[in-house]
């Protein structure tokens, strides 16, 4: 089993940043890759970005590359997502996820949720 709790969402105004946290537990959860999605409104969940907790690699959606980074820090068995430049339409529910194995850049089927975090940009 692996439990992932997020942290650090909140209200930002457009052009700001923030760094939501994604804190995994749990025996196995070093086997995994833990990565970010967001969901808004009436969309559909949307996968941003990956790392391998064992090699550190590291994957990006083409729609963030170049203002989201992921990061993790293993001393915390933390993950984080550095957001900059932050526009309204990045507004929406955040989710940590773990699946055994990223494919072709993506995660496809994670096994583990964390319940997200509120990320809203003003204008």
Same mark, same amino acid.
């Given at each position: 089993?692996? #439990? ?8 930002? #105004? ?5 760094? $939501?946290?994604c ?15 967001? #969901?808004? $409104? ?10 391998t ?13 170049g ?20 526009? $309204? ?20 089927? $994670? ?5 997200g975090? #509120? ?5």
């Amino acid at each position: 089993q692996v #439990q992932l709790v997020e942290s650090g969402g909140g209200l930002v #105004q457009a052009g700001g940043s923030l760094r $939501p946290s994604c804190a995994a537990s749990g025996r196995t959860f070093s086997s995994y890759a833990l990565g970010w999605f967001r #969901q808004a $409104p009436g969309k559909e969940r949307e996968f941003l970005a990956a790392i391998t907790w064992s090699g550190g690699s590291t994957y990006s959606a083409a729609s963030v590359k170049g203002r989201f980074t992921i990061s993790k820090d293993n001393a915390k068995n933390t993950v984080y997502l550095q957001m900059n430049s932050l526009k $309204p339409e990045d507004t929406a529910v955040y989710y940590c996820a773990a699946e055994f194995a990223v494919v072709a850049g993506t995660m496809r089927r $994670p096994e583990y949720w964390g319940l997200g975090t #509120q990320v809203t940009v003003s204008s």
